[in-house]
């Protein structure tokens, strides 16, 4: 039964919590999960995401231990590349879109000022976004602006800026499971959360405590579970693939 929902994992890296959480210590490393999603609803196989690369580099966290290549782990669930139509792209920070390059026949959903503020960044700045994951000509950017209801209502997009210009959170509804929202790094940890704190790398620290706000009241609607976006313990529970969440 459609639509199928699975974690995937790209790596682990370590990285100061206060980047996470501005209110944590400057000083305190943690070691956090860095997943992207499929979501099969039979005709269309979306990704949310696509990972770190073996070759990601930035000025925001060092990648420890590096996991397979979506290739590699599409394959397990007997998926070609080619076979993915489109990606969601809940930011274009290192960690989420370096991989985004490789499906060159994807169309790649992201909000109009995310591509804006990945291509004409401050490079003096403490940024996350890499050339040469964003100023691809492999890649079929498809920019879209505010909410976006997809795929017969099974995927709905939800802007969250803040974190970046351009951030935004991905809800896929589930029969059995229920809604998730994929949160993304609007809220990267529970804390940010259960205590109303925006991450402490932000564009715009404000609309990052809002779009928080706003998070939280759109699951209480929607009765969803947040997925926070690089919590270790929370990832810690959930099944990767080839299992799947329905």
């Not at 400057?26 to 070691?31: G, L, P, R, S, Y």
């Not at 985004?100 to 992201?110: D, E, G, N, S």
């Not at 909000?111 to 890649?139: M, T």
């Amino acid at each position: 039964m459609y639509p199928k929902l699975y974690v995937l994992s790209s790596g682990i890296q370590t990285i100061k919590k206060q980047k996470l959480l501005s209110t944590a210590d400057k000083t305190q490393d943690i070691d956090i999960p860095v997943p992207y999603f499929l979501v099969d609803l039979g005709n269309d196989k979306v990704l949310i995401d696509t990972g770190i690369s073996f070759e990601s580099k930035s000025n925001i966290a060092q990648v420890q231990n590096k996991a397979e290549t979506p290739k590699e782990a599409l394959s397990k669930l007997g998926i070609d590349t080619n076979s993915i139509t489109y990606i969601i792209q809940t930011h274009l920070h290192f960690d989420h879109a370096a991989n985004t390059k490789q499906f060159a026949q994807a169309k790649v959903i992201v909000q109009l000022e995310e591509l804006k503020a990945a291509n004409f960044y401050d490079k003096n700045l403490e940024h996350g976004y890499v050339d040469e994951d964003i100023k691809n000509p492999n890649i079929n950017w498809q920019p879209i602006v505010g909410m976006k209801n997809l795929f017969d209502g099974n995927i709905f997009i939800l802007p969250t800026p803040g974190h970046t210009p351009g951030h935004q959170s991905v809800v896929v509804k589930l029969n059995n499971y229920g809604p998730v929202i994929i949160a993304g790094d609007v809220a990267p940890l529970k804390e940010n959360i259960e205590n109303n704190t925006a991450p402490g790398v932000a564009s715009n620290s404000k609309d990052a405590y809002y779009s928080i706000l706003s998070l939280k009241e759109f699951a209480s609607f929607l009765k969803a579970k947040i997925w926070y976006g690089h919590d270790p313990e929370f990832f810690s529970k959930i099944k990767l693939a080839p299992q799947y969440y329905d």
